[in-house]
């Protein structure tokens, strides 16, 4: 069965019990930077997640609904083999890995609520199809 793995910042929840909805895999503390862009906080948690396919679009929701919007908005993401989810305050993409412009659009979006351009940086994740 397909699983979906990705990173969620503690700190961009509004509710942090949606971490009980899925297995936490690791957790990391990243000291905050200027190019974090969040000068009010010391630290970002990065919790990497997974998630089973069966739960991902129900998981997806609920995210979506616990992201914080204010002061700024937060996105997170979780990805399997082929689909990558990319989430966002009352706005969720499920990409075709392979799908170039399925990027396109998530990651406008993305810059269009204020993210940080290199926050939305989605290339990386892009499957290659030979």
């Given amino acids: 069965m397909e699983a979906f793995e990705g990173v969620i910042i503690q700190e961009s929840l509004v509710n942090t019990e949606l971490l009980q909805h899925c297995k936490i895999l690791s957790t990391r503390i990243s000291l905050v930077?200027?190019?974090h862009q969040t000068p009010w906080l010391k630290q970002w948690t990065l919790h990497t997640v997974l998630v089973p396919a069966e739960k991902?679009?129900?998981f997806a929701s609920e995210l979506s609904?616990?992201?914080q919007s204010s002061?700024?908005?937060w996105y997170a993401?979780?990805?399997s083999e082929h689909h990558h989810y990319v989430v966002?305050?009352?706005r969720i993409f499920i990409i075709d890995r392979s799908d170039a412009e399925q990027y396109r659009r998530a990651t406008e979006y993305g810059v269009s609520i204020g993210i940080p351009a290199h926050?939305?940086?989605f290339?990386?994740?892009m499957k290659k199809v030979i």
């Fill in 123 to 125: 290339e990386p994740h």
């Fill in 56 to 58: 991902a679009d129900e």
């Fill in 88 to 90: 966002y305050p009352n």
């Fill in 119 to 121: 926050q939305v940086d």
């Fill in 77 to 79: 993401d979780f990805k």
């Fill in 71 to 73: 002061p700024v908005n």
């Fill in 65 to 67: 609904y616990s992201l």
């Fill in 33 to 35: 930077t200027e190019e």
